[in-house]
């Protein structure tokens, strides 16, 4: 790598956008490719080759492929699924703030990420480098925890993240900063000491980060490693995951999940309910499965290593928790 170009943009160069090229990385049936060109033509794939590095070559079955791979099922039209299941694209359209918790603001900083999960509820969102103006977070009424997501906050370069938190800290109510992420999961070379010495200058700048992660196969040493020194520099990190259908609705994925997470020393958040975009309908396990799920981690686990099973739904303050429910209309 140039010494000169930024760690972010490294690893979005070297990443994998044609089908055919991922297939022949991963050993698979170039069919595979052929039947996923409709998808990707309507959300295109993007995966760091150090993520592909971790997939199983010749699986096409393989959890952590199926997270990013362009499938023909993501063409379906499944009733109860809608282009935004979170009605958040009103407010996008005015403002880069989303205020949809008291007491926190959701700051999407851009529209870029690491990687394409095809899960993903903000998938129709249009891709840019960034959205955000940070001369005008001067004017606006902060509450007392700030959240930046996107995209990926981490898409951003050093300079450009510390000028944003420069931003953010100036303003009087601001107390705890939250960054939700994915990048170091794919690329744990992100975590430069650099960047982490950062983020831990003050304790006000970031007071925790929230990453994402699916499956215990995405834990590698190297991601080990930089949690390792992310945790050891003082700063939090949570992890939620989304339950996905044959990729983790299974206990001994996600007991062995949860594990290792807590021998890392990070705190198990969320476990989220599919959000039903269109083109994600394949991925949803019932909320019965994860009700079960979840009954047999908390018999299996100590309490500090069980997420709470959420839901997000449009107009509630904060998730919902879900208990025996009906499935949602």
């Known amino acids: 790598m140039n010494r000169e170009e930024k760690i972010s943009q490294f690893v979005i160069r070297h990443s994998i956008s044609c089908l055919f090229e ?7 049936p170039e069919v595979i490719a052929q039947e996923g ?41 499944v009733d109860g699924f809608s282009d935004d299941p979170l009605q958040e694209q009103a407010d ?14 959701l700051l999407l900083t851009t529209n870029q990420c690491a990687v394409h999960c095809r899960y993903c509820f903000r998938r129709n ?11 005008s ?30 931003a953010i ?25 650099q960047l982490l010495s950062m983020l831990h200058s003050d304790r006000k700048m970031v007071f925790s980060m929230v990453l994402h992660i699916n499956h215990p196969r995405e834990i590698d ?17 949570f992890v939620q995951s989304v339950l996905l259908k044959e990729i983790n609705d299974d206990f001994p994925t996600l007991f062995e999940l949860y594990e290792k997470l807590i021998s890392l020393r990070m705190s198990p958040y969320y476990l989220h309910q599919l959000d039903r975009i269109v083109g994600t ?14 009954d047999r981690l908390h018999r299996a686990l100590p309490g500090y290593a069980v997420p709470r099973y959420v839901r997000e739904m449009p107009g509630k303050p904060g998730k919902i928790a879900i208990a025996s429910e009906p499935r949602p209309k």
């Open 92 to 105: 996008e359209k005015n403002c880069p703030l989303l205020r949809k918790y008291e007491g926190r603001v």
């Open 37 to 77: 060109l409709a998808a990707h033509a309507r959300y295109p794939l993007f995966v760091p080759k150090s993520f592909a590095a971790k997939i199983e070559k010749g699986n096409p079955r393989d959890p952590l492929l199926l997270q990013v791979l362009p499938r023909p099922e993501e063409l379906s039209k």
């Open 221 to 237: 040493d190297d991601f080990a490693d930089a949690m390792t020194e992310t945790v050891n520099r003082g700063i939090p990190v």
């Open 137 to 166: 977070l001067r004017t606006r009424d902060f509450p007392a925890e700030v959240i930046l997501s996107g995209g990926d906050p981490l898409t951003l370069s050093d300079d450009e993240l510390l000028e944003l938190l420069t």
């Open 22 to 28: 991922l297939c022949r990385v991963l050993e698979l």
């Open 281 to 294: 309908a394949h991925f949803e396990a019932e909320p019965s499965r994860g009700l079960e799920l979840m």
């Open 169 to 193: 800290r100036v303003q009087p109510m601001v107390r705890r900063i939250r960054i939700h992420t994915r990048f170091p999961v794919v690329a744990p070379n992100r975590l430069t000491p």
């Open 125 to 135: 969102r249009k891709e840019s480098k960034s959205q955000l103006q940070v001369g």
